[in-house]
């Protein structure tokens, strides 16, 4: 009997977890759906912004330009290490057989 009564109080406590994970997944949704309708960071115009909003999007901005930056200059110094000889033992002129 002790043994049934523990697994019913397991049932109901793992059941309490299930519900709440359910309710809590039923407010995440809500929120989502209800983000939808509202206008993005994009879409508001700038006029619309008070100067600290506009500082942010300013600082958000430039961090992004510095990434961007930072992003093509890896991709060029790859491309240009990919060409470039590494050390002068690799020179083009010195791997080509004797006439």
């Known amino acids: 009997m002790v043994r049934i009564n523990k697994l019913i109080q397991l049932y109901n406590e793992v059941q ?4 709440a994970s359910n309710e809590t997944q ?7 759906t209800s983000g939808t309708d509202s206008n993005h ?15 942010e999007r300013y600082s ?8 961007f930056h930072i992003s093509r200059s890896k ?3 790859s491309a ?3 060409l470039a000889p590494t050390s002068p033992a690799e020179d083009v002129s010195t791997n080509f057989p004797p006439c």
Do not use: C, G
């Not at 309490?16 to 519900?19: G, L, N, P, R």
């Not at 039923?26 to 989502?32: P, R």
């Not at 958000?60 to 990434?67: A, E, T």
């Open 75 to 77: 991709k060029i110094a």
């Open 41 to 55: 960071w994009w879409e508001t115009t700038l006029d619309q912004l008070n100067p600290r909003e506009l500082y």
């Open 60 to 67: 958000h901005f430039s961090k992004l330009i510095d990434l």
């Open 16 to 19: 309490s977890q299930i519900d």
């Open 26 to 32: 039923k407010v995440l949704a809500q929120q989502i």
């Open 80 to 82: 240009s290490s990919m």
